[in-house]
């Protein structure tokens, strides 16, 4: 306890360091979104300035938060990215517990992700306009980029020491595989800034990683160690849920309860496996000792390298058992998971079937969005094109899925099985009962999709043993003119969280129902011919808690799992989202998206992803 106390006082002090420091000229950079201090102002009536107008140091001219029409403009996408990330760490991230109070353990390692990624697009911005730019032009305003820069890092290092990473080693094996994800992202920004803006003075070659903590370069590169050595103990932690013994293959979700294998682990441990391939950089810290055999303590951890072909040979794997489990619905959609019929533990156990027969049909977003950056990083170490082909195809089932084709018809509001008139929702938003998992499943969706469209290269890495691909002239026009094809779509949900911002600029979790909408105004909506609730099928234990029966749990486990997946473990977090419900026809005076737990760092991580893949794939090609 006393280390723990150090760690985030060391966290803290260093963070109000860099904040002080960077005090002045950030708010000349976030002049982008005056607005946020008028208090009586609707979002939906900000408009972009008319006249003579300032430039950031992006590039980009300074301009109040813009109207939802107005994200068709370049530098109307990034102002909005930058605020949007502004008001997720300004109101809901405390830099001296290093954490974000209100999430749960894995939603917060998701707020990293979303955090280190949003960096990484800031710094491509900022490249990009140097590329672009005079360099007499640029006088002052690398210093304010990388004042900004260094000011959002710091909030990452705290996270490190604030992360209640004990907690989580005894969590469900998807709890620790977003951990897994979450700092190698980090690694992959911090290589990413480091080759843009200090490989010079590191003596590094541009292309390479840089990945030294001796280094003469950014200062963040001392962190990749201890990044690296999280993700890969969590990674290790994770492997031992898969199971041979039920279904010939396939991640088990929770170890503390019956086995269910299910697509969020399952597409988890894809993703993490590959992302271990190509980006985890080798680990030699010994800690923590082997668990199981204290012998082995005299040695400690062993060491792992980079690039371990096991990783690839578990990815490859992992989604040959996926792909051919039968875990997609009629509609191409991955549903929840599968149990198996006749399974039981305790005195009288019994495998059943020993197959995964009993499928969940539930749907959530977030189960179509995980697998998509793990295609991506397939086809990158294998060139195989049917990594490709299989994430199209899934990313067209989805856009399909959202009512995309009967958007702006008499029957834009019938669901359409992942939302309807062409937004994305999860079946918890229209109900107002999401919990902080639900909050979290959209951003998911389109971090991974950001990732997925990202453009193939022409040409691969080749080191030592290690290679990976690069794309034809054919291959990446393809795959750079499908991912172009998704930008209407993209756009109209982009636009759609938009507006769900209220006066402070936080987000809401229903996309497309307007800030400041009285139940009362809605309810036009909700009586309008076609309009329908997504039905009942399969188990919302997401949002709604995980079953007490046979089929779920263990006998002698009749009592909340150790599992964030359902909450501040399930009965904590529950608690708080039924106490809160609200039907529309009970109020009168709620917007519908200050229903259940309201605007949270979760539903505010949503519209930041939606933004950032807006400009990835969209606004910055302009």
Not at 219 to 229: E, L, M, R, T, V
Not at 528 to 545: K, V
């Amino acid at each position: 306890m006393i280390v723990r106390s150090f760690n985030h006082s060391v966290a803290m002090v260093t963070g109000l360091f860099l904040f002080v420091l960077s005090l002045t000229w950030l708010s000349r950079l976030l002049g982008v979104s005056p607005w946020l201090s008028d208090a009586n102002s609707r979002p939906e009536q900000q408009v972009l300035r008319t006249g003579p107008q300032k430039e950031d140091h992006y590039g980009f001219h300074d301009a109040h938060r813009p109207a939802t029409d107005e994200l068709s403009r370049p530098h109307s996408t990034f102002a909005a990215l930058l605020d949007t990330l502004d008001v997720m760490q300004s109101h809901y991230y405390t830099i001296w517990q290093g954490q974000w109070p209100g999430a749960i353990d894995w939603t917060a390692a998701v707020m990293g992700t979303q955090l280190s990624a949003t960096l990484a697009v800031m710094t491509e911005a900022w490249h990009r306009q140097t590329m672009l730019s005079p360099v007499h032009d640029l006088s002052g305003k690398t210093q304010e980029h990388e004042n900004t820069i260094n000011r959002y890092f710091t909030q990452i290092t705290s996270f490190y020491f604030g992360e209640n990473a004990f907690s989580i080693r005894t969590q469900a094996y998807d709890d620790m595989l977003w951990v897994v994800l979450g700092w190698l992202e980090s690694v992959k920004f911090i290589n990413l800034h480091s080759n843009l803006y200090h490989a010079q003075s590191a003596g590094l070659n541009p292309e390479s990683e840089a990945t030294s903590s001796n280094s003469t370069g950014w200062y963040a590169q001392q962190f990749i160690p201890q990044f690296a050595h999280r993700a890969r103990v969590f990674y290790d932690l994770a492997a031992k849920g898969w199971d041979t013994s039920l279904c010939g293959g396939g991640m088990v979700w929770n170890p503390y309860l019956a086995p269910y294998k299910n697509a969020i682990t399952n597409q988890l441990f894809i993703t993490a496996s590959i992302s271990m391939y190509l980006h985890f950089p080798g680990d030699d810290n010994s800690s923590p000792f082997s668990f199981k055999n204290p012998v082995r303590s005299l040695g400690g951890y062993p060491p792992a390298k980079a690039h371990n072909p096991q990783y690839l040979e578990n990815a490859v794997e992992a989604y040959q058992w996926l792909k051919s489990s039968g875990m997609r619905n009629w509609k191409g959609l991955y549903a929840d998971g599968f149990h198996i019929t006749g399974w039981k533990g305790g005195e009288n156990s019994s495998t059943g079937t020993g197959k995964c027969d009993l499928r969940d049909e539930q749907v959530y977003t977030y189960n179509q969005g995980v697998l998509l950056s793990g295609l991506r990083g397939l086809w990158d170490a294998t060139g195989s094109q049917g990594y490709l082909d299989d994430g199209h195809e899934l990313i067209h089932n989805v856009i399909a899925a959202t009512g995309w084709a009967t958007q702006g018809t008499r029957w834009r509001w019938q669901w359409s099985g992942l939302g309807r008139n062409g937004v994305m929702e999860d079946a918890c938003d229209s109900r107002g009962t999401c919990s902080q998992n639900g909050h979290t499943f959209k951003g998911i969706f389109f971090h991974h999709l950001a990732i997925f469209c990202s453009e193939l290269p022409s040409s691969g890495i080749s080191e030592g043993d290690f290679n990976t691909f690069g794309a034809n002239k054919r291959l990446a026009a393809w795959h750079k003119g499908s991912c172009e094809s998704y930008r209407p779509w993209l756009r109209n949900n982009a636009e759609a969280a938009y507006v769900t911002r209220d006066n402070k600029g936080e987000f809401g979790t229903w996309w497309g129902i307007p800030a400041g909408t009285k139940s009362t105004e809605n309810q036009s909506m909700v009586d309008e011919d076609g309009f329908s609730l997504p039905p009942d099928d399969g188990t919302d234990y997401r949002n709604e808690g995980i079953p007490v029966d046979d089929i779920w749990r263990l006998p002698d486990r009749q009592s909340p799992p150790r599992s964030n997946q359902a909450g501040d473990t399930e009965s904590d977090n529950l608690l708080k989202t039924q106490g809160k419900e609200d039907d529309m026809s009970q109020k009168t005076s709620w917007d519908p998206n200050d229903r259940g737990r309201g605007r949270t760092v979760e539903t505010q991580s949503g519209g930041l992803a939606v933004l950032r893949a807006l400009w990835k794939i969209v606004d910055s090609k302009k």
